[in-house]
T-cell receptor, first 109, second 117 residues
Framework: GQQVMQIPQYQHVQEGEDFTTYCNSS?????IQWYKQRPGGHPVFLIQ?????EVKKQKRLTFQFGEAKKNSSLHITATQTTDVGTYFC?????????FGQGTELSVKP | GAVVSQHPSRVICKSGTSVKIECRSL??????MFWYRQFPKQSLMLMAT?????????EQGVEKDKFLINHASLTLSTLTVTSAHPEDSSFYIC?????????????FGPGTRLTVL
């Protein structure tokens, strides 16, 4: 079936270091979305990428959508303790969102 | 942005009982809602797609007779876990879809944490 693979599963960084999580889909996506989930909370929508090769920035966060619309990445520059949480990508195909496994980010002050 | 609510936020029940979870779109109409399940430290797994006025579409491996979905209006979908067992304990999250001329976006509810004793 359709799959969205996300790596790494865990990432531990020192505050101020950069962080990147990658997603790869087995099929071409109509769009990809990114969510952040804090422990005990629900996923919070961050952004949606629709166009091939699209790059979007939100302050220290940079999101990319691959040319083939099968892969995506989220890069955080100079992490802060407030960035802690699990980041999920979710690819939309055939009207459904397929979530990646998530990357749990911990930031050591 | 669009708001989706879920009720209850937490529920504890005895094994064998049924539990109903409501998902409401508060400030928009949603012809399509989705139900997800998330086990601890795992990702969200799509359970079913709920379409207003028609039967829900279930994902492979999800028992439709155990997880009853009703989408009776454009703002409300319900998920009933029938004869719940401890293995049904999970975080259940709904989302509602808004269609625009450009693309469509899902808005997630805050989730319902179900514990079956």
């Amino acid at each position: 079936g359709q799959q969205v693979m996300q790596i790494p599963q865990y990432q531990h960084v020192q505050e101020g270091e950069d962080f990147t999580t990658y997603c790869n889909s087995s099929t071409t996506l109509s769009n990809i979305q990114w969510y952040k989930q804090r422990p005990g909370g629900h996923p919070v929508f961050l952004i949606q990428l629709v166009k091939s090769g699209e790059v979007k920035k939100q302050k220290r966060l940079t999101f990319q959508f691959g040319e083939a619309k099968k892969n995506s990445s989220l890069h955080i520059t100079a992490t802060q303790t407030t960035d802690v949480g699990t980041y999920f990508c979710a690819g939309e195909t055939a009207g459904k969102l397929i979530f990646g496994q998530g990357t749990e980010l911990s930031v050591k002050p | 942005g669009a708001v989706v609510s879920q009720h209850p936020s937490r529920v504890i029940c005895k094994s064998g009982t049924s539990v109903k979870i409501e998902c409401r779109s508060l400030d928009f109409q949603a012809t399509t809602m989705f139900w997800y399940r998330q086990f601890p430290k795992q990702s969200l797994m799509l359970m079913a797609t709920s379409n207003e006025g028609s039967k829900a579409t279930y994902e492979q491996g999800v028992e439709k007779d155990k997880f009853l979905i009703n989408h009776a209006s454009l703002t409300l979908s319900t998920l009933t876990v029938t004869s719940a067992h401890p293995e049904d304990s999970s975080f259940y999250i709904c989302s509602a879809k808004i269609f625009t001329h450009v693309t469509d976006t899902q808005y997630f509810g805050p989730g319902t944490r179900l514990t079956v004793l």
